[in-house]
């Protein structure tokens, strides 16, 4: 009786491996079994990247550059192709044959994109303009920390095109450029490009701030100015906006790049407003007080109101903004002019 019902469960076999090849029978949407004198592995890529095989336990047991044969034993394996994977079904006298697709980000610059899991895990990066090979699957490309859902589909090449942002100056300062949350994403040189997957960015340039948008295949150029105070001394000058922050400072008689728009320099704590206008330099000449020689050992600067600016020890210049000012040396009180690029000496 049980002989009779196998011999009847493998006539049906039959009848129906007559109907449909069983051994040409696809395994999923993304594989299929071809008939062959040998037994593996073949993954179907536009790219020359490598395939891996791993058996149940996860260890790697052979890999081979993409469109050849690896060799394998009938069984179930985890195939990997740029750290994507997809389970595969090999079976006696037959080739699985399985088709791969590419994702490509192009862009003008020479950098590298990324692509993760949905879970955030990096799989795979390239340089822009050069194709990745993936299992077929939905994935995540990042571009100078800007990420993007994708879909990489069997056979076809999903092509993203990212859009060029570049700050223009004449130092060797750094821009950088944020996410609408205020988050850094990359930064370089001015007159160096950076490439961006579209989308609304803050660019930052000694702290001063602006608005751009980046579009795919187009350049976003943003200009800035220079901005420098000259004087006779070793010190400082200060760059604020006008609300009265301060954003950066350099030393007198260099240059400090600062993207177009008002502020405020500050001289020993005398503040000049000026505006920044893209590719030209803006400069606020200093005069040079000298206050000695004398027997007492500091000298103090104060403006119009009374209110101190600073001091210094006698016979060492204090750089200050054309203006009136008053001195104190001991009790004794000076009013005197300063002029822009002359020198002011004020005896006790």
């Known amino acids: 009786m049980i002989e009779r019902r196998l011999r009847e469960v493998m006539a049906f076999v039959g009848l129906v491996c007559g109907l449909v090849s069983c051994s040409e029978a696809p395994p999923d949407e993304i594989c299929r079994l071809e008939e062959a004198q040998e037994t593996g592995l073949r993954v179907l890529s536009n790219t020359d990247a490598y395939f891996y095989a791993d058996d149940r336990e996860g260890t790697q047991v052979g890999y081979e550059r993409a469109n050849g044969v690896l060799a394998l034993e009938p069984g179930t394996y985890r195939a990997r192709l740029n750290d994507s994977h997809h389970a595969v079904t090999i079976r006696s006298g037959g080739v699985t044959v399985c088709t791969a697709g590419e994702l490509l980000l192009t862009g003008s610059t020479?950098?590298?994109?990324?692509?993760?899991?949905?879970?955030?895990?990096?799989?795979?990066?390239?340089?822009?303009?050069?194709?990745?090979?993936?299992?077929?699957?939905?994935?995540?490309?990042?571009?100078?920390?800007?990420?993007?859902?994708?879909?990489?589909?069997?056979?076809?090449?999903?092509?993203?095109?990212?859009?060029?942002?570049?700050?223009?100056?004449?130092?060797?300062?750094?821009?950088?450029?944020?996410?609408?949350?205020?988050?850094?994403?990359?930064?370089?040189?001015?007159?160096?490009?950076?490439?961006?997957?579209?989308?609304?960015?803050?660019?930052?340039?000694?702290?001063?701030?602006?608005?751009?948008?980046?579009?795919?295949?187009?350049?976003?150029?943003?200009?800035?100015?220079?901005?420098?105070?000259?004087?006779?001394?070793?010190?400082?000058?200060?760059?604020?906006?006008?609300?009265?922050?301060?954003?950066?400072?350099?030393?007198?008689?260099?240059?400090?790049?600062?993207?177009?728009?008002?502020?405020?320099?500050?001289?020993?704590?005398?503040?000049?407003?000026?505006?920044?206008?893209?590719?030209?330099?803006?400069?606020?000449?200093?005069?040079?007080?000298?206050?000695?020689?004398?027997?007492?050992?500091?000298y103090y600067v104060l403006d119009e109101a009374g209110r101190q600016l600073g001091y210094n020890k006698l016979d060492t210049p204090t750089p200050l903004p054309a203006g009136t000012y008053d001195v104190k040396i001991g009790d004794d009180v000076q009013r005197v002019t300063i002029m822009a690029g002359e020198t002011t000496t004020v005896t006790p």
């Open 110 to 298: 020479d950098e590298y994109y990324y692509v993760l899991d949905t879970a955030g895990t990096q799989l795979a990066y390239e340089r822009l303009g050069r194709a990745i090979s993936l299992f077929p699957g939905s994935y995540v490309a990042k571009l100078n920390d800007v990420t993007a859902p994708v879909t990489v589909v069997p056979g076809d090449t999903s092509e993203f095109v990212s859009g060029t942002l570049v700050v223009t100056g004449t130092t060797e300062e750094y821009y950088y450029v944020l996410d609408p949350a205020g988050a850094q994403l990359a930064y370089n040189r001015l007159g160096r490009p950076l490439s961006f997957l579209p989308g609304d960015f803050t660019v930052r340039l000694n702290k001063s701030t602006s608005a751009v948008r980046v579009a795919a295949g187009r350049e976003t150029m943003v200009r800035s100015g220079d901005v420098t105070a000259v004087g006779t001394t070793d010190d400082y000058f200060y760059v604020l906006d006008t609300a009265g922050t301060q954003l950066g400072y350099e030393r007198l008689g260099r240059h400090t790049a600062y993207l177009p728009g008002s502020y405020r320099v500050r001289v020993t704590n005398q503040e000049v407003p000026l505006d920044v206008v893209a590719d030209e330099l803006t400069e606020v000449q200093t005069g040079t007080l000298h206050v000695g020689p004398g027997d007492a050992d500091y």
